[in-house]
């Protein structure tokens, strides 16, 4: 009933920028944390960037004064703004966010949920 989809993905030249974008639709009471991984074919899924909902946001080393993560909770989106991109940031990303359902009785209920993934290539 809940379902993320991710958008913005594409291939751009190093030193470029992309700006990728995640909606959140369903039954949906709020979100907590939402957030960006990243998945190379030779590798695990790692975490990119984390924000929870009013808290401060958190990078990966990797990506710290080049992407930028950001939500709007009034429309349920989080977005993430990648400046100044390289070849390693090449990969799939996914969006991931920790939704809270509620139920007709006020149960409520938190689940994960994940992206279908977007493809990012940056390569001249």
């Known amino acids: 009933q809940v379902q993320l989809v991710e958008s913005g993905g594409g291939l751009v030249q190093p030193g470029g920028s992309l700006r990728l974008s995640c909606a959140a639709s369903g039954s949906i009471f709020s979100i907590d944390h939402m957030s960006w991984y990243r998945q190379t074919p030779g590798k695990g899924r790692e975490l990119v960037a984390a924000?929870?909902?009013?808290?401060?946001?958190n990078y990966a080393d990797s990506v710290k004064g080049r992407f930028t993560i950001s939500r709007d909770n009034t429309q349920n989106t989080v977005s993430l703004q990648m400046n100044s991109l390289k070849p390693e940031d090449t990969a799939v990303y996914y969006c991931?966010?920790?939704?809270?359902?509620?139920?007709?009785?006020?149960?409520?209920?938190?689940?994960?949920?994940w992206g279908q993934g977007t493809q990012v290539t940056v390569s001249s």
């Open positions: 991931n966010a920790v939704v809270i359902t509620r139920s007709r009785v006020s149960h409520y209920v938190s689940t994960t949920y």
């Open positions: 924000v929870p909902s009013g808290g401060i946001p």
